[in-house]
DNA sequence: CAATGATTTAATCAAATGATTAAAATACTT
DNA sequence: AAGTATTTTAATCATTTGATTAAATCATTG
């Protein structure tokens, strides 16, 4: 590691080919990304990808563990902040995911198809089970509604926060929104999401 | 077309490349597939399968074509019923879609990934458009609640219902659920998901 | 500045892959 | 059964694609 020192980030080869690589996976999956795609993106010789990185696969781990990592850490903290009430949780949550994803629409389809086709080895094994099971988002929900299974609150809170994004292609093939209503749409559910949820909070 | 009579449609080549193909084209997506993997998975040769489908992209579009509708037939009868209560058309959307779901639970991620994606031509261009806006169910909604967006009211359903299963993966990796619960806590969704909408509708 | 090590390039490989072809096998018609 | 059309097969192409190699360039150190 003689060179490499004084070279600012954005022009060191290697964050080149990090950047390229997060916009062509993300773009067209693993399957459908060729080496050269990112090479000609990044303005680089192809040599150079397996060079810094030895392989296709191993330069995609690293990009699915960066993404995992951006779409679990939207809710970890939020889940496991003893100082916020239950209501606060389910605002930061919602308003947190539809910041990112607005900015990142692909992020949750490209993730979870992955995940689906076994695309990935998981590298960093975290005890996510115990890590959301004992958290305190789930203990103020069973000092609330101790009849209502954490498993489904959470999937009616991501399903109405993180689905549009997923659905966004379909939505748009029916008409039912265009590329600037589904943002206004969006916008609106950060506010409409924590209402609705504290009314399936007093239904019984 | 002389052959091909008196053959039952299990036997049927062409059938049988169809049925491989939605197979392997559900697992892996467009451009992960092979044909080769289609071929064996058929049982057939190779060139079987360029001389009865032209292509591996005309073969997709055909199952891609399947697919959509499938996922859409879940919905639309229901939508334009006006012979249902709006509550009715809730709990038939939520437990049509749960019940093929959990029979194909790839179905969603894979539609909307290759839609994402763009990897499809589309044949039938359906005007979904009114087909949706001047629905039975927009118009009993409108009656109800004049004031909420009817895209809301269509995305918090099929979000609580359909999302569970794009997610999947992320669910059983954060061990929340497993192979076996995450049926049964999609079988009791489809009585909470109503429940939970209609209270969506009373709440100000 | 020369020597050493790191980085980059052009050229090339080997395997995989979608598709085609020509011939063989099979089924249908008369 | 002979002749014709359809279906199937084995072999082969032409590209694409992930990866490697050897040589060239560049930077750093002594």
Do not use: C
């Not at 609330?144 to 991501?158: E, T």
């Not at 265009?178 to 609106?188: A, D, I, P, R, V």
Request: glycine fraction near 2%; proline fraction near 4%; avoid cysteine.
């Amino acid at each position: 590691m003689a060179a490499k020192k004084n070279i600012p980030v954005e022009t060191n080869t290697e964050e080149k080919i990090k950047v390229a690589a997060r916009k062509v996976f993300m773009r067209n999956g693993f399957s459908a990304t060729r080496t050269r795609d990112i090479a000609e993106e990044a303005g680089i010789n192809l040599a150079l990808l397996n060079y810094y990185f030895r392989s296709k696969k191993k330069l995609f781990d690293l990009v699915m563990q960066e993404k995992i990592q951006k779409l679990f850490g939207i809710i970890a903290p939020v889940l496991n902040d003893t100082a916020t009430t239950l209501e606060t949780k389910i605002e930061l949550i919602v308003s947190g995911y539809i910041d990112v994803l607005v900015e990142n629409p692909d992020l949750p389809t490209f993730v979870l198809n992955e995940l689906r086709k076994k695309n990935f080895e998981i590298i960093q094994k975290i005890p996510l089970d115990k890590l959301i099971t004992q958290s305190s988002f789930i203990q103020q929900l069973r000092e609330k509604r101790a009849d209502i299974n954490p498993a489904h609150f959470l999937v009616n809170i991501l399903g109405m926060t993180v689905f549009p994004f997923v659905a966004k292609p379909m939505l748009m093939m029916t008409g039912m929104v265009n590329e600037k209503s589904f943002n206004t749409l969006m916008n609106e559910r950060k506010q409409l999401i924590p209402v609705w949820i504290k009314a399936i909070l007093k239904a019984k």
